[in-house]
């Protein structure tokens, strides 16, 4: 497999990825360049441009043929980073497997990422991943497992034995008060329209399982999502109405619910809350799962 590793300058993050992925793809054809932006400006100068919404700075040509997956490392720079605009602008994208790394030292990303994932799907880029790393976790297992999932994923809609091609479509993220707590990535077959969710729970490592589960024909992926004062935790699972799920909460409560006909559960509240949503339904859009938020709902209702 040949594979473009890009980044911009090399702070400590992104030298640290770079790293990463080059002994994470040690069997494979990897080069490593720059996005170099033709205008030079010092921190000041670019920090007021990258809170300019799309500000491009031109950047010198980079050539993509040939490879079979690109690893984009973008800083959080402001709003959006104007030498990263230039590189989605300029570039014919079309086709191209892009895996987006995104570095920040502080705050919340969430938003940043979707825009990045955005641009470039616009662009005709084929997005196969994406993950967004605090300054201190380039470093962590959440890397490696991520690096190993995108190839793998690469590897099988190359090779013969996959009979889908699965394109990323977009994410789902799941919030408590407003703070982003994970993250569903939503996938599709090009062919059969079939939907494969990948999740990421913030502070847990990936699995160490690489690829798609597939479901069942007669089944929709949903997230139970399981909130208590103290968190929420969320998982996509396969569910048709009938169906009964077992679910055992952080704190060892276990449960079982039954999918309804409208694809829901019966909450039967306690100390803790939950609630069934329908991956199709919620797709780039927030859900807002925090416990003070959810019993004011709740409150409301009744
Ligand atoms: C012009 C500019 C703007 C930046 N804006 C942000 C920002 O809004 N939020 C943030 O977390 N980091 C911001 N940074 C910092 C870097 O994105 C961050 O340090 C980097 O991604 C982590 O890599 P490092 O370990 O090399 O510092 C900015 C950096 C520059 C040069």
Known sequence: MKVLVLHIGMGRSGSELVRRISDNHAGD????????PLEKHGFYGWLVRSFIPGFQA??????????????????????????????????????????LLVTYSKGDVSGY?????GAAMKRGANVVGSLALRRGETSSGLVDGFIRQVSQRVRNVSGDSHEHEIVFIGMININRDGYLQGVVDVWRCRGCKKL????RRYGEGLG????????????QWALLICTDTKGVFMQSIPVKPGKRLEHTCKNGEKHEFVVEHDWSINPCDTITIHRLYMVKDYLNRGIEA????????????V
């Open 29 to 36: 054809d990897l080069d490593v360049a720059g996005i170099e």
């Open 58 to 99: 031109p950047v010198r040509e980079v050539d993509l043929k040939g490879y079979d997956l690109v690893y984009l490392i973008v800083p959080k720079w402001g709003y959006n980073c104007p030498p990263v605009n230039g590189f989605l602008k300029q570039h014919d994208l079309r086709g191209l497997r892009l895996s």
């Open 113 to 117: 990422s979707e825009r990045l994932v």
């Open 196 to 199: 494969f969710c990948d999740d």
């Open 208 to 219: 160490s399982g690489v690829g798609f589960k597939e479901i069942p024909d007669d089944e």
């Open 290 to 301: 925090g416990y003070y938020r959810l019993n004011l709902r709740r409150i409301q209702e």
